[in-house]
């Protein structure tokens, strides 16, 4: 009964979690440049507008992230669960 519970259960593929995250610690950085810390990391980030780089990065990632998602979604609906 247990085996069914977890076969039942939609799993999110590795890749997706990894690359949500990689998106998330990117965001990091991008905030604080743009909160004007960034001199604090590196002097090359003392510029408000260099976190761009960072958000552009951001927003790559998590977008890259929803790719293994939809076609785990595609598989499971052509296996018909």
Not at 7 to 21: H, K, M, Q, Y
Not at 22 to 45: M, N, Q, T
Not at 47 to 76: E, K, T
């Amino acid at each position: 009964m247990a085996d069914e519970a977890v076969s039942r259960r939609r799993r999110v593929p590795l890749l997706a979690v990894v690359l949500f995250v990689l998106a998330g610690l990117s965001l990091v950085p991008a905030l604080i440049c743009f909160a004007g810390e960034g001199a604090r990391l590196h002097p090359a980030l003392s510029d408000p507008m260099a976190g761009l780089a960072f958000l552009v990065s951001a927003i790559a990632l998590a977008g890259s992230a929803a790719f293994p998602l939809v076609f785990a979604r595609l598989a499971r609906r052509d296996r018909g669960e």
